[in-house]
């Protein structure tokens, strides 16, 4: 017996309506801020991602789904959205139509991560990107969108957590406090941040082991360290949050797990749940990767949050969700004559858009009512030998258990009311 490999799961039927209330909310949010929907490929040149996300990040390291097709071409399943819509966004010469453009998708990502709770190996996105503009005024609006996301899902008890990790103009001094103040500690790091101080600093603050975190509670602060153009940013984007209303912590260890990312950082979290694969999603500002992937210098900030994790915080709250419409009329007939007659009823239903479904095999009444039931028919039309020769139908409410004699038009004209 085959299983779904490790880290993905099947989306039942009874866990649709939960995609389906995320997939309208959605929707709806886009619609209103004016964001538009893109897809891109599953899979892109492996190039595009280690420039963009990193080398030295332990997506590139260690998580990416990469293999050479028969082509011989390098390419790997995308393991995030943001780089394939700047890779869109250049291609298609978007810089041509009004900036900022507004982006978004729903899309399945790849990462060869450890499977636990909220954290899968195929696990989709809502992400959504605004292109072309550095206006701090873009960053609170893509932080506000998040935040009514979870607010509109019905979602209560998070924390927003902001940060800003500076420029390429400044972000090397910063980095430069940082070693000093980690090579000091040297010998109190773990085996990854000993080998991070080396390659990529910046990632010792992302460092989720006991022994170093108190180390990163001290280190010095990228805030601290902004030039003056990121500190205004940074006080802009801070003030636009607060005519917004909303509510923001100040994380100077958030600097998130992807290399792109410059002056805003933020995630939003579930109050009192720490840990990775706890953060309900999470964004911001990416200035260099457009000009890191290839093209001319563009600015951009975004944001993704994982659609199961939303789903996983939905049911623990005990969101309550709209169901999915019910199904509809049941056909059911006693005899093979009846059976072509409800044959051509059914077509007939669905030809005037009314959903049927046609009792299978040849089950007694009785098993053929249970069927209905099971699969939540809110009506039944039944043909037997006495409907046949009479020309007639039983039109049965199997919410209510009655039922009645009728013509199969006037159920056809009951059925569209
Ligand atoms: P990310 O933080 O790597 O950012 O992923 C965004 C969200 O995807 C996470 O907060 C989480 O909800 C979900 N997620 C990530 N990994 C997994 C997993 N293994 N299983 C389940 N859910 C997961 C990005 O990917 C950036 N592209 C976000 C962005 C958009 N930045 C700017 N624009």
């Known amino acids: 017996m085959y299983q779904a490999p490790r880290g993905t799961s099947d989306i039942l039927p009874h866990d649709q309506a939960y995609w389906r209330y995320i997939e309208e909310t959605v929707a709806d949010i886009c619609r209103l801020y004016g964001y538009q929907r893109i897809d891109t490929p599953v899979f892109e040149d492996s190039g595009l991602f280690v420039r963009s996300i990193g080398e030295d990040t332990d997506i590139v390291e260690k998580e990416m789904y990469s293999f050479n097709d028969h082509g011989g071409d390098l390419l790997t ?24 453009v507004r982006l978004y998708y729903i899309t399945p990502i790849f990462r060869y991560e450890r499977p636990q709770a909220g954290r899968f190996r195929q696990h989709w996105q809502f992400g959504f990107e605004g292109l072309g503009s550095s206006d701090p005024a873009l960053d609170a609006e893509v932080i506000e969108m998040a935040c009514v996301l979870y607010r509109r899902l019905g979602l209560r008890d998070t924390v927003l957590k902001l940060n800003s990790i500076g420029c390429r103009n400044c972000r090397p001094q910063y980095l430069k406090c940082l070693e000093e103040y980690y090579s000091k500690k040297i010998d109190l790091l773990c085996p990854d941040c000993k080998r991070r101080l080396e390659r990529n600093t910046l990632r010792l603050l992302d460092c989720k082991q006991e ?63 720490k840990g990775a694969q706890t953060t309900l999603g999470g964004g911001g500002r990416y200035d260099d ?52 007659k409800a044959v051509g009823y059914v077509a007939q239903m669905r030809r005037e858009g009314i959903g049927a479904i046609l009792a299978s095999g040849n089950r007694s ?24 020769r009479d020309g007639m139908i039983v039109w049965r409410d199997m919410t209510r258990s009655e039922q009645q004699r009728l013509s199969f038009e006037d159920a056809l004209k009951r059925l569209k009311k």
């Not at 996983?312 to 006693?334: C, S, W």
């Not at 209905?372 to 043909?383: F, M, Q, V």
């Open 77 to 100: 399943l995308r393991p995030e959205g943001t780089a394939p819509v700047c890779r869109a966004y250049l291609e298609h010469g978007m810089h041509n139509l009004p900036q900022p």
């Open 289 to 340: 990767l457009m000009e890191e992937i290839g093209g001319r210098p563009t600015p951009g900030v975004g944001f993704a949050t994982g659609i199961e994790r939303m789903i996983l915080n939905i049911k623990r709250q005990g969101i309550v969700v709209p169901p999915l419409p019910q199904p509809t009329t049941f056909v059911a007939f006693l005899g093979q004559e009846a059976k072509d």
């Open 365 to 388: 009444l009785k098993a053929q009512l249970r069927h209905a039931n099971a699969l939540g028919a809110t009506s039944a039309i039944i043909i037997g030998e006495d409907e046949l």
């Open 211 to 273: 022994s170093c975190m108190p180390l990163t509670e001290q280190a010095p602060k990228s805030s601290d360290s902004l030039c003056a153009e990121c500190q205004d940013h940074f006080d802009f984007l801070k003030k636009y949050l607060v005519i917004f209303d909303l509510e923001f912590d100040l994380d100077h260890r958030l600097v998130r797990g992807l290399d792109y990312y410059t002056r805003t950082v933020f995630e939003i979290q579930p109050l009192g749940e």
